[in-house]
């Protein structure tokens, strides 16, 4: 009730996205560079929704690499489009690629409409700035509708890999889900740029660098997808199936003072929620001109991180199967 709607949904959204680029790229103009940023946004949001599954299909083909690797790299994505020659496939090109490299180029190439424009009209590279935006846009298309054809392969044998050995299908939906919490959510779009670990912020290395306004948001989807996601419910909401909290309920796991650890996580969910939604300004701004409020907000969100990587895991049986080296 998940999955395969989320990528249903996200190759839905791309192939809008795939249009509105290469109506854009076909003749650049003001009014159809705002309706590419609109979907661009629109798809971005709905990869929020879809990244925490980067198991079977997805992990095969390291999806996550070709979508969303941030900070971009501005000299690769120049240097490609000066050369006119890149392969998108190669290890290299991941931070040159994907919504970041979208975000640069429809977003970050001036401060005005008009500016941005010019790039594409008679910037220098023009033609190859046109090629290299529908060539980063058709190779994440291409990737996406690649898993979700893949899933309707796979998705019998998932539910038939019962178990929790490291390769059952339990382990790897769980894993990759605390994996995307711990790295991804918490340290990716919080930790990091307010330098949780460094000591220092780093604030162009927030998520949408080029869109700051769009970083909280994109925190707060992904936050309530992981939420979503724990409670069973389907990808659209209407429907509250069996999740991870009904498993941990069931096993009947309580902490210390006698509560239910599934209630528990979800409690610490819940304000970690609250805490990035009461966030004022932007995330790129915030760790650098209100940090002690952005590290109270990393604090809330490493709350979860034991709950879920040591308690929740541990009542599954389940063992820990990526390694994590970020020292915290």
Same mark, same amino acid.
């Given at each position: 009730?998940?999955?395969?709607?989320?990528?249903?949904?996200?190759?839905?959204?791309?192939?809008?996205?795939?249009?509105?680029?290469?109506?854009?790229?076909?003749?650049?103009?003001?009014?159809?560079?705002? &309706?590419?940023?609109?979907?661009?946004?629109?798809?971005?949001?709905?990869?929020?929704?879809?990244?925490?599954?980067?198991?079977?299909?997805?992990?095969? /083909?390291?999806?996550?690499?070709?979508?969303?690797?941030?900070?971009?790299?501005? !000299?690769?994505?120049?240097?490609?489009?000066?050369?006119?020659?890149? +392969?998108?496939?190669?290890?290299?090109?991941? @931070?040159?690629?994907?919504?970041?490299?979208?975000?640069?180029?429809?977003?970050?190439?001036?401060?005005?409409?008009?500016?941005?424009?010019?790039?594409?009209? !008679?910037?220098?590279?023009?033609?190859?700035?046109?090629?290299?935006?529908?060539? /980063?846009?058709?190779?994440?298309?291409?990737?996406? !509708?690649?898993?979700?054809?893949?899933?309707?392969?796979?998705? +019998?044998?998932?539910?038939?890999?019962?178990?929790?050995?490291?390769?059952?299908?339990?382990?790897?939906?769980?894993?990759?889900? *605390?994996?995307?919490?711990?790295?991804?959510?918490?340290?990716?779009?919080?930790?990091?740029?307010?330098?949780?670990?460094?000591?220092?912020?780093?604030?162009?290395?927030?998520?949408?660098?080029?869109?700051? &306004?769009?970083?909280?948001?994109?925190?707060?989807?992904?936050?309530?997808?992981?939420?979503?996601?724990?409670?069973?419910?389907?990808?659209?909401?209407? @429907?509250?199936?069996?999740?991870?909290?009904?498993?941990?309920?069931?096993?009947? !796991?309580?902490?210390?003072?006698?509560?239910?650890?599934?209630?528990?996580? &979800?409690?610490?969910?819940?304000?970690?929620?609250?805490?990035?939604?009461?966030?004022?300004?932007?995330?790129?701004?915030?760790?650098?001109?209100?940090?002690?409020? *952005?590290?109270?907000?990393? @604090?809330?969100?490493?709350?979860? *991180?034991?709950?879920?990587?040591? +308690?929740?895991?541990?009542?599954?049986?389940?063992?820990?199967?990526?390694? +994590?080296?970020?020292?915290?």
């Amino acid at each position: 009730n998940y999955v395969m709607p989320a990528y249903q949904d996200m190759v839905a959204k791309m192939n809008t996205l795939k249009q509105d680029a290469a109506s854009f790229t076909a003749a650049p103009d003001e009014s159809k560079l705002l &309706a590419l940023q609109n979907s661009w946004k629109d798809a971005y949001l709905t990869w929020q929704k879809v990244e925490l599954l980067e198991f079977g299909p997805a992990e095969n /083909v390291s999806l996550r690499m070709y979508i969303n690797i941030y900070p971009v790299s501005e !000299t690769k994505v120049n240097n490609n489009i000066a050369s006119g020659t890149y +392969d998108l496939d190669a290890f290299g090109n991941k @931070d040159a690629q994907g919504f970041p490299a979208l975000d640069l180029l429809i977003n970050g190439t001036g401060t005005t409409a008009a500016d941005i424009v010019s790039y594409y009209n !008679t910037g220098s590279s023009a033609t190859n700035r046109k090629n290299y935006l529908m060539a /980063v846009v058709n190779k994440m298309t291409d990737m996406i !509708t690649g898993v979700q054809s893949a899933w309707a392969g796979y998705k +019998d044998a998932f539910v038939e890999s019962t178990g929790v050995s490291a390769n059952s299908s339990l382990s790897q939906l769980v894993n990759s889900y *605390v994996l995307y919490y711990e790295r991804y959510l918490r340290s990716g779009k919080i930790g990091l740029p307010v330098g949780a670990m460094a000591g220092t912020p780093s604030p162009g290395l927030a998520e949408a660098n080029y869109s700051p &306004a769009l970083s909280k948001d994109l925190a707060v989807a992904a936050m309530k997808a992981v939420r979503q996601y724990y409670e069973g419910m389907s990808y659209d909401g209407s @429907d509250n199936g069996v999740g991870m909290r009904d498993y941990l309920a069931a096993i009947a !796991t309580k902490d210390e003072n006698g509560t239910l650890m599934s209630d528990v996580v &979800a409690a610490e969910m819940d304000e970690a929620t609250t805490a990035l939604e009461g966030l004022n300004g932007t995330i790129k701004d915030a760790v650098t001109n209100n940090r002690p409020a *952005v590290l109270s907000i990393y @604090d809330q969100l490493q709350d979860v *991180v034991p709950l879920l990587k040591v +308690d929740m895991v541990s009542a599954f049986g389940i063992s820990i199967t990526y390694v +994590d080296n970020d020292g915290d």
